[in-house]
């Protein structure tokens, strides 16, 4: 009888430091695997499986979360930073439910599962991690209508490329060709680049960052509009008193033209 109760004490635990480690490699997963693993040898199966859907639910969740930051925001977070404090709070919800009796197993000096082995689960969990994150950034759609986009931002080039056809315009002297060129071609040319910035702007599921770079765009238009309007009045008065203010929207254009 006595022989049997020490079989019985003689089961192997995961350590809370092993776990941790392979935690930080291989995510909740792998932290639920381990934890199951440990209530299934304390004889609280049910505590086990328990921990193992945790576990993957935290993994589902924790894709969710990452990929719902936006790109600019996750490029500023060091990429330790996310396994540290996923491995922080499984360290302290382990403490909770298990760490009184990973205490007595390592006082009463009974086994415990080699390091090497948790590595092993928690490397493979790191590749199911991997293969869920270049799955989804490979194989699922686009978050908005790109094509929309990109056909948007080929038209707005093709119209600034009309509109500054004005410049060459300009070298001939020619007053009449200037004032034709502004009121046919440039004028209309950016205000529609305007309402298309505005569509752009309404397509579902924008990024910020396009919607920033939609915006600039959108300053930049309205310069162009302005200087437009001061070169036609100058053609038109034959006049040089403008000058100085199209020298200051051509000085704007290019710090706007800087942040692109």
């Not at 360290?91 to 760490?99: A, H, P, S, T």
């Not at 200037?178 to 205000?191: C, F, R, S, T």
Request: charged share 25%; with cysteine; glycine share 6%.
């Amino acid at each position: 009888m006595n022989q049997e109760t020490n079989q019985e004490k003689t089961f192997h635990l995961y350590s809370q430091r092993v776990i941790s480690i392979a935690t930080y490699f291989g995510g909740p997963l792998a932290a639920g695997i381990l934890a199951r693993q440990n209530f299934i040898n304390l004889g609280k199966e049910q505590l086990g499986k328990n921990a193992l859907i945790i576990g993957i639910l935290s993994t589902i969740l924790l894709f969710v979360g990452i990929f719902s930051v936006p790109d600019h925001i996750m490029d500023k977070i060091p990429n330790a930073v996310i396994p540290l404090v996923y491995t922080g709070i499984i360290y302290l919800i382990l403490e909770k439910f298990q760490g009184s009796e990973l205490k007595e197993h390592k006082e009463n000096n009974r086994p415990f599962y080699s390091a090497w082995k948790a590595t092993g689960i928690g490397a493979v969990c790191m590749l199911i991690l991997l293969g869920g994150i270049f799955g989804y950034a490979f194989l699922s759609p686009d978050d908005f209508d790109t094509k929309k986009y990109d056909n948007g931002i080929a038209k707005f080039n093709k119209n600034e490329e009309k509109a500054l056809l004005l410049f060459s315009i300009i070298e001939t002297n020619n007053p009449d060709k200037i004032i034709e060129h502004i009121d046919n071609v440039g004028l209309p040319a950016w205000q529609e680049n305007l309402k298309l910035l505005d569509d752009l702007d309404n397509i579902e599921g924008l990024y910020d960052q396009l919607k920033n770079q939609n915006e600039i765009l959108r300053q930049y238009s309205k310069l162009r509009i302005e200087a437009f309007e001061l070169i036609k009045k100058s053609v038109k008065e034959d006049s040089n008193k403008y000058g100085r203010e199209i020298e200051e929207l051509n000085r704007q254009i290019d710090e706007i033209l800087k942040k692109l």
